[in-house]
């Protein structure tokens, strides 16, 4: 890989939000252009050879793994407010629901954006977020639907694991098999038992829609609020609901006709922070497009420096 020029980075000036706990840290400036006609062309270019930057920004000792970034750039789509392409510790993302409400947070922050509706490109497709007066963001998101049901995958060490294989921005494994209730406490083991799920789903061959990588398992456990551990690509959990994996989670109750189209669904997280969702069937019925709400609050302002003598410019790779 091309290393960019140590001279080239400059300052990244950055502002880091978190949405319900998890958190987003979007770019504003310094980053380089990158090449391609359209966000996911431009996604694959950070996911190749722009791959040091993604590192630079996201990974210690700048970032931590649990950070989601949000590079800002001009829209293709037309009419949008603004263009974002989501990365991780381990790669890039197609959409990100908490990532969105971060973005919109910071641009409101900065006196981009009032209260109203806008529209964000993304590469998973054009969202609608809606920046409320109290400060709460709903995105409608891209069409989400559920792929396979009732999949069965041999896991090592906890036997036979049915789940559900559901897209909602970004690829899930759903799965009310849960090693202990889903609390902050049991952190450790609901990661292992995840990835371990995350890793029989590689080892077995479960894909998403067209070979698409699983890269995100969702445990569930329902009750008066559901509640959700989301394992991320980079083996983080994620701190909010996760709004791509509680969109996957309304395609889900959609399918099986647990939950009408318009009814307020409840998603709490490991840590208790919650999403409200809601979902209209899609046009020609292959799916539904759910609309998630939450809000985010802007955390730090600053810029990023990577000294030429500093030994991880670059930062760590995860
Ligand atoms: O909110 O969609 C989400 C998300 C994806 C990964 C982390 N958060």
């Known amino acids: 890989m091309t290393q960019p020029s140590l001279a080239t980075p400059g300052r990244i000036r950055f502002i880091d939000s978190h949405t319900a706990g998890e958190p987003t840290r979007t ?50 789509a037309p ?11 381990v790669g890039v993302l197609g ?26 490109d993304t590469p998973a497709g054009v969202v609608t977020a809606t920046l409320h007066g109290d400060g709460r963001v709903s995105v409608a998101n891209v ?3 559920r ?14 694991v049915e789940g559900d294989v559901a897209y909602g921005g970004n690829w899930f494994f759903l799965t009310s098999s849960v090693p202990a209730s889903i609390c902050l406490g049991n952190v450790e083991r609901l990661t292992d038992h995840a990835w371990r799920i995350r890793e029989a789903l590689h080892a ?40 791509t994996g509680t969109s996957a989670k309304l395609a889900c109750l959609a399918a099986d006709g647990h939950l009408a189209p318009g009814v307020v669904w409840r998603q709490q ?11 209209v069937p899609a046009r020609d019925r292959t799916g539904i497009l759910p609309t998630i709400t939450g809000q985010a609050f802007v955390t ?14 670059w930062g760590i790779p995860a």
Not at 79 to 89: E, H, L, Q, S, W
């Open 269 to 279: 997280s490991v840590i208790g922070s919650e999403f409200q969702g809601a979902y």
């Open 27 to 76: 770019v504003l400036s310094g980053f380089p252009a990158l090449p391609g006609e359209t966000l996911a062309e431009q996604r694959l270019a950070l996911a190749g050879a722009f791959g040091d930057w993604r590192t630079l920004v996201n990974n210690e000792p700048r970032g931590s793994d649990v950070l989601v970034s949000a590079l800002l750039v001009p829209p293709k």
């Open 300 to 313: 730090v302002e600053g810029e990023l420096i990577a000294d030429p003598e500093d030994p991880f410019p």
């Open 79 to 89: 009419d949008c407010a603004a263009g974002v392409i989501f990365f991780n510790n």
């Open 147 to 160: 792929h396979r049901a009732r999949v069965t995958v041999n896991v090592p060490g906890a036997g036979v």
């Open 204 to 243: 077995q061959g479960v894909t998403g829609q067209g070979g698409e990588v699983i890269d995100h398992i969702e445990l569930m456990e329902m009750g008066d609020v559901a509640r959700n551990f989301v394992l991320c690509p980079g083996k983080a959990y994620d701190r909010s609901p996760c709004g």
């Open 143 to 145: 069409r989400s639907y």
């Open 95 to 120: 959409m990100c629901g908490h990532g969105t409400m971060g973005v919109v947070a910071t641009l409101a922050y900065l006196g981009q954006l009032q209260p109203g509706q806008h529209r964000i």
